[in-house]
């Protein structure tokens, strides 16, 4: 096994199709990690892949759409190429590496679509593959009606009266013209989707995409193996902080299955430490962990999760398109919205923000805090995140702090 993985993976470890230096055998990482970090070496030869790619639960076509995709949704542009080289290998096709490009200009930016298009550019020269040819005359896939009338009635409400323009391209283009380009199928397109969600930490928008993906053909296995791959490409947090969302979604299908015994029946989701995250620097400041995250099935939107503060930790300003409900279980807290004055919470304090409104919450400067916090979604989407909260805006909090620690 060891030796099928090392002549298929050669490739995909240098920058650039071409560049791989000569291997002693039994080696797959370029040599100059055996100098630096002999034990990242052995690793990537005995672990990633001698054990992780090798595994059952995905394709290695699927493994290479997971690896690509969370490459370019992660600005990792330098590693893109190889990974191209080993994806032609695996099956996927030069359209199908365009498409997957195209389609996550749409969910990471289009900076690093164009950087993703230059790396994959050296190895289609390299390989001598012709230009990619528009496929004219194809006709779009089609999409359940019923699904999309109401997904697209979430982003008239929830979107339409503040951002009109924003509404009106994700219905009239992301999912009225990119979803249904007939050069990737709606499976490999929900695919790349949650790679590149999950690689970038954006698990508040996985419940739509994880359920999604399932109704367009992912099986369980499938998705669970997602981030199981990608914990070596995007890093064990990211994968931790989509299991509990993993969870829910599964458990949410299972209950909603037509002719499920059980689907009328309540459910009791037992707490998991070793669920709990840490979470992103990019919505947070200071140390906050999360944990019980749930989410209801349909047609019920409403989810939330289990959030711990350390003293002075916060999140940044962020909306919620149908409202929050915070309910304070431990410590001393402060939340404001913008505008406002920062209000002090304790232990059975109920905090309730509007729509759309502006805010931020957290510990206080001497204290702890911990919330349930409560949301409902519109598309898949329960949070809009923004700027952070200055260390002056956070100064501006009530100055008995001392009081929080009694």
Same mark, same amino acid.
């Given at each position: 096994?060891?030796?099928?993985?090392?002549?298929?993976?050669?490739?995909?470890?240098?920058?650039?199709?071409?560049?791989?230096?000569?291997?002693?055998?039994?080696?797959?990482?370029?040599?100059?990690?055996?100098?630096?970090?002999?034990?990242?070496?052995?690793?990537?030869?005995?672990?990633?892949?001698?054990?992780?790619?090798?595994?059952?639960?995905?394709?290695?076509?699927?493994?290479?759409?997971?690896?690509?995709?969370?490459?370019?949704?992660?600005?990792?542009?330098?590693?893109?190429?190889?990974?191209?080289?080993?994806?032609?290998?695996?099956?996927?096709?030069?359209?199908?590496?365009?498409?997957?490009?195209?389609?996550?200009?749409?969910?990471?930016?289009?900076?690093? =679509?164009?950087?993703?298009?230059? %790396?994959?550019?050296?190895?289609?020269? *390299? #390989?001598?593959? +012709?230009?990619? $040819?528009? !496929?004219?005359?194809?006709?779009?896939?089609?999409?359940?009606?019923?699904?999309?009338?109401?997904?697209?009635?979430?982003?008239?409400?929830?979107?339409?009266?503040?951002?009109?323009?924003?509404?009106?391209?994700?219905?009239?283009?992301?999912?009225?013209?990119?979803?249904?380009?007939?050069?990737?199928?709606?499976?490999?397109?929900?695919?790349?989707?949650?790679?590149?969600?999950?690689?970038?930490?954006?698990?508040?928008?996985?419940?739509?995409?994880?359920?999604?993906?399932?109704?367009?053909?992912?099986?369980?296995?499938?998705?669970?193996?997602?981030?199981?791959?990608?914990?070596?490409?995007?890093?064990?947090?990211?994968?931790?902080?989509?299991?509990?969302?993993?969870?829910?979604?599964?458990?949410?299908?299972?209950?909603? =299955?037509?002719?499920?015994?059980? %689907?009328?029946?309540?459910?009791?989701? *037992? #707490?998991?430490? +070793?669920?709990? $995250?840490? !979470?992103?620097?990019?919505?947070?400041?200071?140390?906050?962990?999360?944990?019980?995250?749930?989410?209801?099935?349909?047609?019920?939107?409403?989810?939330?999760?289990?959030?711990?503060?350390?003293?002075?930790?916060?999140?940044?300003?962020?909306?919620?398109?149908?409202?929050?409900?915070?309910?304070?279980?431990?410590?001393?807290?402060?939340?404001?919205?913008?505008?406002?004055?920062?209000?002090?919470?304790?232990?059975?304090?109920?905090?309730?923000?509007?729509?759309?409104?502006?805010?931020?919450?957290?510990?206080?400067?001497?204290?702890?805090?911990?919330?349930?916090?409560?949301?409902?979604?519109?598309?898949?989407?329960?949070?809009?995140?923004?700027?952070?909260?200055?260390?002056?805006?956070?100064?501006?909090?009530?100055?008995? =702090?001392?009081?929080?620690?009694?």
């Amino acid at each position: 096994m060891k030796k099928l993985a090392a002549s298929l993976v050669i490739s995909s470890l240098a920058t650039s199709v071409g560049e791989a230096q000569e291997r002693p055998a039994g080696r797959i990482a370029p040599p100059d990690v055996y100098v630096v970090a002999p034990g990242l070496g052995d690793y990537t030869d005995e672990l990633l892949f001698g054990d992780v790619w090798p595994r059952d639960e995905l394709k290695p076509r699927d493994r290479s759409i997971i690896t690509v995709s969370a490459l370019i949704a992660s600005g990792r542009i330098a590693q893109v190429g190889g990974h191209v080289g080993r994806a032609l290998d695996n099956g996927v096709t030069p359209s199908e590496i365009g498409e997957i490009i195209t389609h996550l200009a749409f969910y990471s930016g289009w900076p690093n =679509a164009i950087s993703a298009v230059n %790396a994959t550019k050296e190895v289609f020269d *390299k #390989r001598g593959i +012709e230009p990619v $040819a528009a !496929e004219a005359g194809q006709q779009p896939l089609e999409l359940d009606p019923a699904s999309e009338a109401a997904r697209a009635a979430s982003v008239d409400t929830s979107t339409g009266p503040v951002v009109p323009g924003l509404a009106e391209y994700t219905n009239r283009v992301l999912f009225g013209d990119l979803w249904r380009r007939p050069q990737l199928s709606a499976r490999d397109r929900s695919l790349v989707t949650i790679a590149g969600l999950i690689a970038t930490g954006k698990a508040e928008q996985l419940p739509f995409h994880l359920s999604r993906g399932m109704d367009n053909g992912l099986t369980r296995t499938e998705v669970a193996e997602v981030p199981t791959h990608l914990a070596y490409y995007a890093g064990w947090p990211n994968a931790m902080s989509a299991v509990p969302v993993l969870r829910a979604v599964f458990e949410a299908r299972k209950a909603a =299955a037509p002719g499920d015994a059980g %689907a009328d029946a309540l459910s009791v989701q *037992k #707490r998991d430490p +070793e669920a709990a $995250a840490t !979470e992103s620097p990019e919505n947070f400041t200071g140390s906050v962990r999360v944990e019980s995250r749930f989410q209801a099935g349909d047609p019920a939107r409403v989810g939330g999760a289990t959030v711990s503060f350390e003293p002075g930790a916060r999140t940044a300003w962020h909306t919620h398109p149908l409202g929050q409900t915070l309910i304070v279980t431990a410590g001393c807290g402060w939340v404001q919205s913008e505008g406002g004055p920062i209000a002090e919470v304790r232990p059975g304090d109920v905090v309730n923000i509007p729509p759309n409104v502006r805010h931020w919450h957290g510990a206080s400067k001497g204290a702890s805090m911990t919330h349930v916090a409560v949301a409902e979604s519109l598309n898949g989407s329960a949070v809009t995140w923004m700027e952070q909260v200055t260390d002056d805006q956070y100064a501006r909090g009530p100055e008995a =702090a001392d009081q929080c620690r009694g």
